[in-house]
């Protein structure tokens, strides 16, 4: 069976239903089903490996987008999130591509960016000298000394450039940028022993003093991309999609929500899997202000019926190391996705997010975003005035026609119907409620 004849009629399964289809398209294992319904992880001592003075776990839920193909690779994405109304919209909005059009992915370049600081440099010329006249020395000493292990992997530093940056007083910092090759890591740690190992040779080699050596999260020398087409797209629908795209690129307050939209689908497998979400979103908001001002990270345009976005940023993540290998839920995320290298994830990511982005353009410019997202959170809703498992499917209904009726609903909606419930009063007057 292929694998996309399993997403067929995927949410309306029950939660065993659903292990039994993952098991069979082997995107889980018994011992996996296992470890979900016994809760996912208990040993406290694992969190205490993770961080200081903890306490115990914040449970977050943990689904599966389906329908995805990225790069004719059929994929489960398992995201972990709270927010209601994601998974279904970028499983919806992936089957639409699916029979409509295609989704790429691709990565350009390979290194992350370390930075060695001199806040106020003395003689800018001299450095540079320096730099020009050992670099090849000091890589090769950095790469022996602090990289060797990522070397004998295919890694480590690759190049070592020097920027002036104006102070605005007349003088001016100098900073270095080491070029580093991580692999399959995302590569904060050893890009910090390496720049910090730096310093020395810097101020041996120039009489400079270094002030601080640290990361950046702006790699703007590995950009992930991805791209979704899509064919005989009415041209009413496809034109408001490009109208709604340049708003986003145009207008920084717009391309804030925007680039929220498409972080809704990116984060929550790097939370799943393990990764520094707080790093691709500060890497990704720095990428977006590149022309000088804030804009959109995605683009979409619409021509003879055919439309094309795409998706460029800075999506640094790791398959190798930290939480990604230690978290069991992480590892079991990671084997889920069934990827080969650091790249392929990030092109995953990429691609989620610029479907997720579609999703949220199309309803933004057809139906509105209330009414999907309202008719996803009556569940929500069901919950939060108490109603029990009698009463839930009942309240949810009639939940379903209000908001047919009036576009919109509330928590004083869900309360107010589910008393006429509890005390089998008439219900002609949901209509009217505010």
């Known amino acids: 069976m292929e694998i996309e004849e399993f997403f067929n009629g995927f949410s309306k399964l029950t939660r065993e239903q659903r292990f039994q289809r993952l098991l069979e398209m082997g ?9 979900f319904k016994g809760g996912g992880v ?17 449970q977050m839920p943990l689904g599966v987008a389906t329908n995805f193909r990225i790069n004719g690779v059929a994929r489960i994405i398992p995201m972990a999130v709270e927010e209601t109304s994601i998974i279904a919209a970028a499983s919806k909005t992936a089957r639409w591509v699916r029979q409509n059009g295609d989704i790429k992915a691709w990565t350009e370049g390979n290194c992350i960016i370390g930075q060695v600081q001199i806040s106020r440099v003395k003689d800018f010329d001299r450095l540079k000298e320096a730099l020009a006249r050992n670099k090849q020395d000091w890589i090769d000493e950095l790469n022996r000394e602090v990289a060797l292990s990522m070397v004998l992997r295919g890694g480590g530093v690759r190049d070592i450039t020097l920027r002036k940056v104006e102070r605005g007083d007349q003088t001016h910092m100098a900073v270095f940028h080491v070029l580093f090759n991580p692999c ?105 202000c590149r022309a000088g001002h804030y804009s959109s990270i995605t683009k979409w345009r619409y021509q003879n019926k055919t439309l094309i976005g795409r998706f460029t940023a800075p999506l640094i993540v790791g398959t190798v190391g930290g939480v990604t290998s230690l978290h069991p839920t992480a590892k079991i995320c990671l084997a889920m996705l069934n990827v080969k290298d650091a790249s392929e994830l990030a092109q995953i990511c990429a691609a989620v997010g ?17 009414e999907g997202h309202m008719k996803l959170h009556i569940k929500n809703l ?11 499917k009942p309240l949810q209904k009639r939940l379903e026609q209000l908001l047919a009726v009036k576009k919109r609903i509330s928590h004083s909606d869900a309360w107010q119907i589910l008393q006429n419930i509890r005390h089998s009063e008439p219900i002609a007057q949901e209509t009217s409620l505010s």
Request: glycine share 8%; charged share 20%.
């Open 382 to 392: 069901t919950l939060g005035v108490g109603a029990n498992e009698k009463e839930s």
């Open 42 to 58: 208990h040993d406290l001592s694992l969190a205490d490996h993770f961080i200081e003075n903890s306490i115990g776990y914040f």
């Open 354 to 370: 610029l479907v997720q982005n579609l999703g949220a353009l199309k309803a933004l410019t057809t139906v509105g975003i209330i």
């Open 184 to 288: 399959d890591a995302m590569g904060a740690n050893i890009i910090n022993q390496v720049c910090e190992y730096l310093k020395g040779p810097i101020e041996v080699s120039s009489g400079e003093s270094v002030t601080m050596s640290i990361l950046s999260n702006l790699v703007d020398t590995k950009l992930t991309i991805s791209e979704v087409t899509l064919n005989n797209i009415p041209a009413d629908m496809g034109e408001k999609i490009q109208e709604a795209s340049l708003f986003a690129e145009m207008d920084p307050y717009r391309a804030a929500t925007h680039n929220k939209g498409v972080l809704n689908g990116i984060d929550p497998i790097l939370i799943a899997t393990g990764n520094d979400w707080r790093a691709v979103e500060a890497g990704i908001h720095a990428f977006a």
């Open 27 to 35: 995107a889980l294992n018994k011992s996996d089903i296992d470890y």
